[in-house]
């Protein structure tokens, strides 16, 4: 079974509008951290936001907010006031097992986001 | 965070042949990965590079088609042996930095075209 699915495989939006992308993932482990990263044309990965599962509030960095909903296994990225440059893949990642557990993250397949002017 | 620099960001080669990648850290880190992301594709893990010993390959990477170094804390090499058009493919160095948040950074990758 898939650890991570993100389901929207191409998203559009409107130059400062926000836009949500999806992420759930799938785990037993009740330690884990939830990662997202930003994947431009250039091919660089690029780190945004990260969330422990026992972090009490949504991370956020600027304008990328993590929607951690833990009992229904969901860690949407909400990009605010969207810009031309935030044109990109996007992917959701999951490590497993806490501090000391597996350093080695799953990947989902990723969403394309499209910013229009 | 860790800034993470490989070498060459690009290539074109002829099948056959084979091709180096470096990857450098300006830290000192314990964990050092190879991914490969085919087009279209995510990420995939070939191996673990482990410092002054074998790497640890993933299921259906060998040592023989992408050996790996790693000669200390902060540099790993990887070679694509024997190389066919179906190894075309972003090339990634990740590393983590062991303590909070245990982030995983990503070098800028190395595009490979077989030709």
């Known amino acids: 079974a898939q650890k991570i699915t993100q389901t929207q495989p191409g998203m559009f939006v409107q130059e400062k509008e926000a836009v949500t992308l999806d992420c759930t993932y799938d785990?037993?482990?009740?330690?884990?951290?939830l990662f997202w990263y930003k994947q431009p044309s250039s091919g660089e990965m690029i780190f945004l936001i990260y969330q422990g599962s026992y972090d009490q509030q949504n991370a956020t960095e600027g304008r990328y907010s993590l929607n951690f909903q833990k009992a229904r296994k969901s860690a949407n990225l909400v990009i605010s006031a969207s810009q031309l440059g935030d044109s990109a893949m996007y992917f959701c990642a999951m490590r497993e097992g806490g501090t000391g557990g597996s350093y080695i993250p799953t990947f989902g397949r990723g969403t394309s986001l499209i910013v229009h002017p | 965070s860790a800034v993470i620099s490989q070498k060459p960001s690009r290539d074109i080669c002829q099948r056959g042949t084979s091709l180096t990648i470096q990857c450098q850290v300006d830290?000192?880190?314990?964990?050092m990965f190879w991914y490969r992301q085919q087009p279209g594709q995510s990420l995939t893990l070939i191996a673990t590079?482990?410092?002054?010993?074998?790497?640890?390959?993933e299921s259906g990477f060998v040592i023989d088609k992408f050996p790996i170094s790693r000669p200390n804390l902060t540099f790993s090499t990887l070679t694509v042996s024997n190389m066919s058009p179906e190894d075309s493919s972003i090339y990634l160095c990740?590393?983590?930095?062991?303590?909070?948040?245990?982030?995983?950074?990503f070098g800028p990758g190395t595009r490979l075209l077989v030709l």
């Open positions: 990740s590393v983590v930095a062991v303590g909070f948040q245990e982030t995983q950074y």
């Open positions: 590079a482990n410092q002054g010993s074998e790497a640890t390959y």
């Open positions: 830290s000192q880190v314990t964990m």
């Open positions: 785990t037993s482990d009740p330690s884990y951290g």
